[in-house]
T-cell receptor
Framework: QKEVEQDPGPLSVPEGAIVSLNCTYS??????FMWYRQYSRKGPELLMY????GNKEDGRFTAQVDKSSKYISLFIRDSQPSDSATYLC?????????????FGQGTRLTINP | DVKVTQSSRYLVKRTGEKVFLECVQD?????MFWYRQDPGLGLRLIYF???????EKGDIPEGYSVSREKKERFSLILESASTNQTSMYLC???????????FGPGTRLLVL
């Protein structure tokens, strides 16, 4: 079993729809939870990060963490064609004193005009 | 604005060749990372470095080595390239107390 599971999609929705992207994880030692966005032929860029359970909002994006269920989500409101990208969840843990990020597979999202 | 650059966007090499991938960051970050990204497998950590001349193995170090002679530069070396090392290679850097890793644009390597 992978430490972090993420549905690779592809996910295709019409412009203006609410998008929900999700990851589950198995390691309760994970602390920081992040979402990266990766446009085609580019490196990932950090979109949001959160530490605690609950919601964190930034513009049209909301990150949600449920530590009891080991489940994190990213919601995109009023989705735009420019949101079309691959979204990767990532989680931080510490192994032998070193910080390590574990990534999900990434979900490919397309917003259709 | 943090900038992480990688020496090549695309590389084609032959089996058995020695391959060097270079990464440079301009933000004086202590930590640097090399990942490979494959469909269905996501990003997997190859090696990381938390200081000059320091290196630590990641999840899949076999067949790779690294070099960090200067703080801003982290090199990934494929000693003898094999076809299963065909992949997208991503470099990242991070300031020590912070969580954010900044990624370069990636190098797409094809080993024939």
């Amino acid at each position: 079993q992978k430490e972090v599971e993420q549905d690779p999609g592809p996910l295709s929705v019409p412009e203006g729809a609410i998008v929900s992207l999700n990851c589950t994880y198995s390691n309760s030692a994970f602390q920081y939870f992040m979402w990266y966005r990766q446009y085609s032929r580019k490196g990932p860029e950090l979109l949001m990060y959160t530490y605690s359970s609950g919601n964190k909002e930034d513009g049209r994006f909301t990150a949600q963490v449920d530590k009891s269920s080991k489940y994190i989500s990213l919601f995109i409101r009023d989705s735009q064609p420019s949101d079309s990208a691959t979204y990767l969840c990532a989680m931080r843990t510490i192994i032998q004193g070193a910080q390590k990020l574990v990534f999900g597979q990434g979900t490919r999202l397309t917003i259709n005009p | 604005d943090v900038k992480v650059t990688q020496s090549s966007r695309y590389l084609v090499k032959r089996t058995g060749e020695k391959v060097f991938l270079e990464c440079v960051q301009d933000m004086d970050h202590e930590n640097m990372f090399w990942y490979r990204q494959d469909p269905g497998l996501g990003l997997r950590l190859i090696y990381f470095s938390y200081d000059v001349k320091m290196k630590e193995k990641g999840d899949i170090p076999e067949g790779y080595s690294v070099s960090r002679e200067k703080k801003e530069r982290f090199s990934l070396i494929l000693e003898s390239a094999s076809t299963n090392q065909t992949s997208m290679y991503l470099c990242a850097s991070k300031d020590s107390p912070r969580e954010t890793q900044y990624f370069g644009p990636g190098t797409r390597l094809l080993v024939l």
